[in-house]
């Protein structure tokens, strides 16, 4: 389960015509043109029908209800009504980023059964930063004013795995694979071995990650205000269970 931190308030936050426009655009998705307006782009729009936290303290608190969920076979897949999607066209109010690996098994929105508008998730194999990812987080947190930052690692991850086995054998892996390995690198955790090496890394690198997107200037100073909580948790495949690291 996700303690709970400190319950400060969080107040609006302003609003930056420039990264509002910066963000609207068209996505092709199976052929067709999806065009987000600048009302989807920005928050704008009444708080949806649905009461979402707006604070660190509550979000993890729904965040550990919705894994308990999720792991007892009780899912609620809130969020998903018509009223809840219609009030969606005018604008976003999620109270999370969730920076998570790829790996299909999983998806925070699943794993922590929440719903349309509740969470913006950003995914990378090993949750590893580069200047997008860094920029979709800080956009989550800037612009749309959301109070916690989850980087959520987990059991068995492959991308760290590769990374701890390449480091063992000195072989380069294919393409872009390797930036993965080179960016989860310095946080191998050499004074296990075997599968304990790669279990001990996958906790190293979530905190590693988590301490990396706490120092960035913009984050930190809302950190330092009360106003956003920087968190790393795991997921237990074997168990279903999320369980706080920092």
Known sequence: MIPDVDDTPL?????????????????ALGGAALTASAASAAPT???????????AAAALRELAAGNRR???????????????????TQGQHPYAVVLGCIDSRVPPEL?????????????????????AVLGSVAYGVLELGIPLVLVLGHQSCGAVRAAVEADLSGERLPAHIQYLADQ???VIDRDEEGEARIDSTIDA???AVRSRLAAEPDL???ITAGKLVVAGARYELTTQTVHRLA
Do not use: C, Y
């Open 184 to 186: 989860i690198r310095p």
């Open 111 to 131: 794993v922590f059964d929440q719903g349309l508008g509740d969470l913006m998730t950003v995914r990378t194999a090993g949750e590893v930063l580069d200047e």
């Open 11 to 27: 107040p609006t936050p302003a609003r930056r015509a420039l990264l509002r426009g910066g963000l609207v655009g068209a996505v």
């Open 205 to 207: 690198n979530v905190l």
């Open 70 to 88: 999720w792991r007892t076979f009780r899912e609620r897949h809130p969020d998903e009504s018509p009223t809840v999607r219609q009030s969606l």
């Open 220 to 222: 930190a100073a809302k």
């Open 45 to 55: 729009a009444p708080a949806p029908a649905t009461s979402r936290p707006t604070t």
